[in-house]
């Protein structure tokens, strides 16, 4: 089942595995398989503490990055805080959504305590995930960076590239994987409803 893909990042089989789990990117690492772990939700500080552990447990087994970086995301102004928007849900949803998990026995006491990080969108605009891309390529082991969501940004190949890191992208159309190929994107992955429905027509 070698392909040249495999040669290319030093597997075994051509078995990949998207997660936000460490453990299951090292043990499909391990396993002979690809793990690439989603990094969009991470601060460049808690990504290098995943990323530590995933070279401590990976017994030197490659495995890659994925962060999300829409093409549309970069043109679009902040300005809206976590606070901002935590005060623009409506009471009644508040209200409807405690009523739901009431009738279902789930705790809802902490609920609306939690909001994102202000500093979240900004991993999915070219200059914040270019921080994080730089935590994930000091580490040797990783072998590709992807993109989940449109092009990936210039500077995403630029970093890949000075590292000899293969580039991906997740395609879900004929239109996402032409443009990926003018981009120059290495490897096209094609995704569908279990990649969460939001990359076009493949099911």
């Known amino acids: 089942m070698k392909s040249r893909l495999c040669e290319r990042l030093g597997i075994e089989f051509p078995l990949f595995a998207f997660s936000h789990c460490r453990d299951v990117i090292a043990e499909v690492s391990k396993a002979g398989g690809f793990g690439v772990l989603g990094a969009t939700g991470h601060t460049p500080e808690s990504l290098e503490i ?25 043109a679009k102004e902040g300005g809206l ?8 849900v409506p009471p ?20 609306w305590q939690n909001t994102p990080r ?3 969108g900004d991993n999915m605009r070219a200059a914040g995930a270019a921080n994080i891309l730089a935590v994930a390529l000091a580490h040797p082991q990783v072998k590709m960076v992807v993109n989940a969501l449109g092009v990936p940004p210039p500077v995403m190949f630029e970093m890949a590239r000075a590292r000899n890191v293969l580039v991906g992208a997740l395609t879900g159309s004929r239109e996402h994987a032409v443009k990926h190929a003018e981009a120059g994107v290495d490897v096209l992955i094609a995704a569908g409803g279990e990649a969460g429905g939001h990359c076009g027509e493949i099911a």
């Not at 995943?50 to 829409?70: R, S």
Request: charged share 25%; proline share 4%.
């Open 118 to 120: 202000d500093d979240f």
């Open 50 to 74: 995943e990323l530590k552990w995933l070279d401590e447990h990976t017994q030197g087994a490659p495995y890659g990055v994925d962060v999300i970086v829409p093409t549309s995301m970069d």
């Open 92 to 111: 009644e949803h508040r209200a409807y959504v405690n009523g739901i998990l009431a009738q279902h026995g789930i705790d809802t006491s902490d609920l």
């Open 81 to 88: 805080t976590a606070a901002d928007i935590e005060a623009r």
